[in-house]
């Protein structure tokens, strides 16, 4: 069959662009066979494929990538490596405090296997546990913080209240009223992080970018095609985000959404020293349809802003770009009047994809086709740890965290106008958002 929906992607990723160009790209050339073939090369799919190896050293393995590592959503991501969900809903926590405890835990698991492998391998990736702030600029803002603080009570996990001057001095912004600081999360520069991953990868793993797969027969053995090559291999996972309904699974069970960033050049030494606050800072919006900052010290300082949801079937990167960096102008210079003149240098959209249950795509999707999918805006987290308990699924491992992968609700089915209803309610979310956009 023909693989009907493929991401395309455009030079804008500022993470990805910072860092100069990446080696020549290894792109399939030929007819190869493999035990264990990957598609997809974001958070789920770069830990499924490290396991595989870890656990399978006699294996060979190929991961495969439409276009290049760290250009794609994951290294697009704003690089918060979050533990706990950006707003904890109180109905999960007060009804189902379990089950929150337990998400916390296994997003935990991921990141601190994602931090020992970046340690042991030396990545370069300022992967850093400087926890994020959870800031308020609205009334409404500081409510919603306050029910996350008794969400968080109510799990017992540890944050710091800041008010408005201490907003101020750690932000450089006098924008915000009052924050939470949860100090678990780590910060990362995460095109390089994926870059590092996918060069770092055991010797029993070829990774090939640049090599779409654009048609599939599934056996096994599953036969995928490229304009250049084919992969022949008898077990295969589909880490590819939304647009794994392109490979004929899930239709009409995820909800696909970009979402926007932009970042600008790079500070002058007087515009640094203009504003103050912290050389590196994480912030997400007290409001979930609120901005996300990151303010970046390496290379030199930039901030980075994003907001914007928008629903899009096609993965249209492009197309809106220019509307989103309008809003991002909007909330940099509110956030930075004595910024006004510094422009983006960089704007540019990536691929999430949610499920109407925010239930997770895990395991066998057809005979010896497994999938990890729907990772939300927690993908490096939630991708890594899925990734990663499917390679040992895949295996024949057991553990108390791959039974409660499992036992997990599955996306529940969309509702007829589903598109219609997404956009609506990002519209509503919007203008509820106020100042907290
Ligand atoms: C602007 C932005 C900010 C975000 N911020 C954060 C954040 O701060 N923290 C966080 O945890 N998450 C964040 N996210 C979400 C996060 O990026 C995603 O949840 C995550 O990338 C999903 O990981 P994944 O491995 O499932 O998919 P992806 O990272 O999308 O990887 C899937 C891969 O499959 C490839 N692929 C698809 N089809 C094919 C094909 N036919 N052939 C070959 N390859 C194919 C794609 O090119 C892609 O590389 C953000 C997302 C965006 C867009």
Same mark, same amino acid.
């Given at each position: ?26 792109? $399939? ?45 994951? =290294? *697009? ?7 706990? +969900? ?13 089950? +929150? ?7 935990? +698991?991921?990141?601190?296997? $994602?931090?020992?492998?970046? #340690?042991?391998? *030396? ?13 308020? %600029? ?5 409510? #919603?913080? =306050? ?44 095109? %390089? ?13 070829? !990774? ?20 250049? =090559? ?17 490979? =004929?699974?899930?239709?009409? @069970?995820?909800?696909? $959404? ?47 802003? *994003? ?51 925010? +239930? ?13 999918? !729907? @990772? ?18 895949? !295996? ?42």
């Amino acid at each position: 069959m023909k693989v009907s929906l493929l991401p395309v992607y455009d030079q804008s990723n500022g993470w990805h662009e910072v860092l100069g160009p990446p080696p020549e790209a290894n792109v $399939l050339r030929g007819d190869i066979n493999c035990d264990y073939l990957i598609i997809g090369a974001g958070y789920s799919g770069l830990a499924a494929t490290r396991r595989l190896a870890e656990l399978e050293p006699s294996a060979s393995i190929v991961l495969i990538e439409g276009d290049r590592i760290g250009n794609n959503a994951a =290294g *697009r991501s704003s690089g918060f490596a979050i533990d706990h +969900a950006h707003n904890l809903r109180a109905k999960s926590f007060a009804d189902a405090k379990r089950q +929150a405890i337990e998400a916390v835990q296994m997003n935990r +698991a991921g990141l601190d296997w $994602l931090g020992n492998t970046i #340690m042991r391998e *030396r990545i370069d990736c300022q992967w850093v546990k400087e926890g994020k702030y959870h800031a308020a %600029a609205t009334t409404r803002g500081e409510r #919603m913080l =306050g029910k996350f603080a008794e969400s968080l009570d109510a799990i017992e996990e540890d944050y710091t209240l800041l008010d408005g001057a201490e907003c101020q001095a750690i932000f450089g912004s006098r924008y915000y009223t009052k924050a939470l600081h949860a100090p678990h999360s780590y910060l990362v520069q995460p095109a %390089a992080m994926v870059r590092g991953l996918a060069q770092t990868m055991p010797t029993n793993v070829v !990774v090939y970018e640049k090599s779409m797969v654009r048609a599939v027969d599934y056996g096994p053995p599953h036969i995928v095609r490229t304009d250049s =090559g084919s992969v022949t291999a008898p077990v295969m996972v589909l880490a590819t985000n939304g647009f794994t309904e392109g490979f =004929g699974f899930l239709q009409k @069970h995820l909800i696909p $959404l970009i979402t926007w960033g932009s970042m600008t050049r790079e500070l002058t030494a007087a515009e640094s020293e203009r504003i103050g606050g912290a050389p590196s800072y994480g912030i997400i919006a007290a409001h979930p349809a609120g901005t996300s900052v990151r303010r970046v010290t390496s290379p030199n300082d930039r901030i980075l802003v *994003r907001n914007i949801f928008s629903f899009s079937k096609k993965s249209d990167f492009v197309k809106r770009k220019a509307w989103a960096a309008k809003t991002h102008r909007k909330s940099f210079v509110g956030r930075w009047p004595e910024l006004a003149d510094v422009p983006f240098e960089h704007s540019w959209g990536g691929a999430l994809s949610l499920s109407r249950n925010g +239930a997770p795509v895990f395991g066998e999707l057809r005979p010896n086709v497994y999938g990890t999918v !729907v @990772h939300n805006g927690v993908g490096i987290a939630r991708g890594t740890i899925s990734g990663k308990l499917l390679a040992e699924m895949i !295996v024949g491992e057991d553990s108390e965290m791959l039974r409660q992968m499992q036992a997990k609700d599955r996306p529940n089915k969309n509702l007829p106008f589903q598109d219609l209803g997404v956009r609506i309610n990002a519209r509503a979310r919007r203008l509820i958002a106020g100042r907290e956009e």
